[in-house]
């Protein structure tokens, strides 16, 4: 049988905890569902969905929050959490349900004002890049905005409805991790999808692989035009050997050593030179001591009969 990777590790008494938690949650709901509270009470959660997101570390990065999640769900049976708050907007909420959403959100605001500081920054020309109009500092500050105008909010089309989800899937302590592990697993994924055939591929992924969630992210998500989008609309198809060497470049990684083993019989060059850059038309062009060296010639290069060569080891 496979064995589950978890984010984190989780133990027995986790999960016995999580599903006592969870059974008198739903018990209490149940009960109330026969009152004239009904009509505001929280959904009832499936233990067999939730247990298959934290197993997929979907749910949660760290045991920290798992524990935190659990000692909300039982906040609810204490007496008086079921008890009726009206928001400013008119809609309806459990006592238990409001300081949820609203730590959750308080938790999420200041992620987001975190975010928010660097664009805040004048540069040279004397503006920030809110000043300017950036259009991630909008939404930055459109989901601020949002967060705290959410017991403001009614329920027209759903729309509070989406806004408690954002609360609930953001608004927890490892949400930053969390969204980097996923942001880098999904990355690799289309690394190895697409450009998998490329020399410097495995240079790369052996770096990238050893990078932390949240290095990985940093890294990335700063660098131009390197941001997974992008990458999800190119391939080998349409991406050249120079395109790729660019994009190494651009993350940082440089090429010094490659498994790539190809014998070449030329006498006129000296021992020491372990690469060969071998163009379009199969001459060899230059050699160097590293790697390196070859994909710079590459990347300053105009000749088409040296961009769309290719490097090898002799």
Known sequence: ???????????????????????????????????????????????SELRARIEKGSQFATKNELRRYITDLRRFNEKGQENLFVAGSGEKFTIWEAQSLQKQADIRIKQLEKELKPYKQKDSSGYSKVQMGNTEARAIQFNIDRLKNLFNTKNQNGKL????????????????????????????????RNYSGFD?????????????????????????????????????????????????????????????????????FSNSMKYALVSRTGIIIQRAENKQTLVNTILNSNDSDITQGRIIEI
């Open 1 to 47: 049988m496979k064995k589950t990777k978890y984010a984190f590790k989780v133990r027995k008494n986790d999960y016995q905890d999580l599903k006592q938690a969870v059974n008198n949650f739903n018990k209490k709901i149940s009960e109330l569902e026969k009152t004239e509270r009904a009509s505001y009470l929280p959904e009832k959660i499936d233990l």
């Open 161 to 192: 409805d989406r806004l408690k989800t954002y609360v609930r899937t953001t608004g927890t302590l490892d949400y930053t991790l969390k969204k980097a592990r996923i942001y880098k697993e999904n990355y690799l994924g289309v690394l190895k």
């Open 200 to 268: 410097g591929y495995k240079e790369m992924m052996l770096v990238l692989e050893k990078l932390s969630p949240e290095d990985f992210f940093e890294r990335m998500k700063n660098a131009d035009d390197i941001n997974i989008i992008d990458l999800q609309y190119q391939s080998d198809k349409v991406m050249s050997q120079q395109g790729f060497y660019n994009f190494i470049n651009k993350v940082g990684v440089t090429l010094d050593k490659t498994e790539e083993i190809v014998e070449v019989q030329d006498n006129n």
